[in-house]
């Protein structure tokens, strides 16, 4: 079965600093990964995802990912904070033979942005 | 192009009674999900659908049921409402089935609150 952690239910950074969400996976398979945004009221939209095409993936918004097999994490990066990042962030597995369609979230991640 | 559409936006039941959650996916995509997002977790999977056909069902009880149309839209019902079903119910599409890593696309979501 295939499992995600997010460390740090609530984060806060300030404006400009860097973003850090954290995420580690379990899978007997290997994964693809996924990181959602959920902005107050909105359903999920896709930030990035790993397919094991290459281990460092941009996103949108400029957003990326790095795939660390040796550590298990997939850990969601910004260089510069912006006021519109405040969002709730989710980190998704699913098994890289069924697709997306079943995917299992974690807990989430609430970003908060100090002007 | 419209996005996934979900109607109605909120709904309020008492405990005991049936409710129907309706969703339009995307122009031309086949596959329908749908998940159960309580407050404070990430969205569980409850179904999926492709071609009308059932493909995956999560760990729901036999109340939660749903169905795909020849239009691809799809229906969730939940019988027998209790209190703990409350949650943000989210409908995603997609293209196809069995694609990894092919990209979720989600509605807004039904508020569903039961008193």
């Known amino acids: 079965a295939q499992s995600v952690t997010q460390l740090g239910s609530h984060v806060s950074v300030s404006e400009g600093a860097l973003v850090l969400l954290r995420c580690n996976y379990s899978s007997s398979v290997p994964p693809y990964l996924f990181w959602y945004v959920q902005y107050p009221n909105q359903g999920l939209q896709l930030l990035l995802k790993y397919t094991s095409a290459a281990t460092l993936v941009k996103g949108i918004n400029g957003f990326e990912a790095e795939f660390k097999k040796s550590e298990t994490s997939f850990h969601l990066t910004k260089p510069s904070a912006h006021m519109s990042d405040a969002a709730e962030y989710f980190c998704a597995v699913t098994k890289s033979n069924f697709g997306n369609e079943k995917l299992t979230f974690g807990t989430g991640t609430r970003l908060t942005i100090i002007p | 192009d419209a996005g996934v559409t979900q109607s109605p936006t909120h709904l309020i039941k008492t405990r005991g009674q049936q409710v129907t959650l309706r969703c339009s996916p995307i122009s031309g995509h086949k596959s329908v999900s749908w998940y159960q997002q309580v407050l404070g977790q990430g969205p569980q ?21 749903a169905r795909q149309f020849p239009n691809y839209s799809s229906e969730l019902n939940v019988n027998a409402l209790l209190l703990g079903d409350s949650a943000l119910y989210l409908c995603a599409s997609s293209l196809a089935l069995d694609r990894g890593g092919e990209k979720l696309f989600f509605g807004s979501g039904t508020q569903l609150s039961v008193l």
Do not use: A, C, L
Not at chain 2, 46 to 62: A, C, L, S, T, W
């Open chain 2, 45 to 65: 999977f409850i179904f999926q659908y492709y071609e009308k056909e059932e493909r995956g069902r999560g760990n729901f009880p036999d109340r939660f049921s």
